[in-house]
T-cell receptor
Framework: DVKVTQSSRYLVKRTGEKVFLECVQDMDHENMFWYRQDPGLGLRLIYFSYDVKMKEKGDIPEGYSVSREKKERFSLILESASTNQTSMYLC?????????????FGSGTRLTVV | AQKITQTQPGMFVQEKEAVTLDCTYD???????LFWYKQPSSGEMIFLIYQGSYDEQNATEGRYSLNFQKARKSANLVISASQLGDSAMYFCAMSPPGGSYIPTFGRGTSLIVHP
């Protein structure tokens, strides 16, 4: 019954590495989102996409990029990982047709950059 | 602009007792949705309950109910008969404002259930 799948639950990467976080949804949702979550700071939006190949910056896009080549897949890319990108990353999706019905989240990826 | 306020950073409750988690909101939209999510220590965000602004009755889902007071702009989550597994972060959220794609989230309330 999994609807939004994030490729890894835990990830450890080295400083300077290029990191890919993958998110796939099977609900035919138009909108997809990447958040990071840090203690005391709540959810902060990194990027979102409202259609294939479309992307919009969120509140904290610096150091990140995204790719949405297919409707069901939204990738977050850390071009050169740094220790301050150690965080929990959450992917979510929503339907444009039913905007009142909120998000479905993935199970999250805890990324540690060493 | 929309805003969600959760004033309780942390709450404690005894097992089997009821607890209310506060949420107030601000929006200029007439039609909107309010949500609560649970985030256990494992990290996943679990949808709990939804209330539409035009729903006349308060939403209920099992042990969860949403005390919706539209005039006061509050949408408090009530958990009845707390269980140890209810210990988690709880987030209140609102559907995107008109013309936007992005819901608004509160900062969350940490609930600890004591045996």
């Amino acid at each position: 019954d999994v609807k939004v799948t994030q490729s890894s639950r835990y990830l450890v990467k080295r400083t300077g590495e290029k990191v890919f976080l993958e998110c796939v949804q099977d609900m035919d949702h138009e909108n997809m989102f990447w958040y990071r979550q840090d203690p005391g700071l709540g959810l902060r939006l990194i990027y979102f996409s409202y259609d294939v190949k479309m992307k919009e910056k969120g509140d904290i896009p610096e150091g990140y990029s995204v790719s949405r080549e297919k409707k069901e897949r939204f990738s977050l890319i850390l071009e050169s990982a740094s220790t301050n990108q150690t965080s929990m990353y959450l992917c979510a999706s929503s339907s444009r047709r039913f905007p009142l019905y909120g998000y479905t989240f993935g199970s999250g990826t805890r990324l540690t950059v060493v | 602009a929309q805003k969600i306020t959760q004033t309780q950073p942390g709450m404690f409750v005894q097992e089997k007792e009821a607890v209310t988690l506060d949420c107030t909101y601000d929006t200029s939209d007439q039609s909107y949705g309010l949500f609560w999510y649970k985030q256990p220590s494992s990290g996943e965000m679990i949808f709990l309950i939804y209330q539409g602004s035009y729903d006349e009755q308060n939403a209920t889902e099992g042990r969860y109910s949403l005390n919706f007071q539209k005039a006061r702009k509050s949408a408090n989550l009530v958990i009845s008969a707390s269980q140890l597994g209810d210990s988690a972060m709880y987030f209140c959220a609102m559907s995107p404002p008109g013309g936007s794609y992005i819901p608004t989230f509160g900062r969350g309330t940490s609930l600890i259930v004591h045996p």
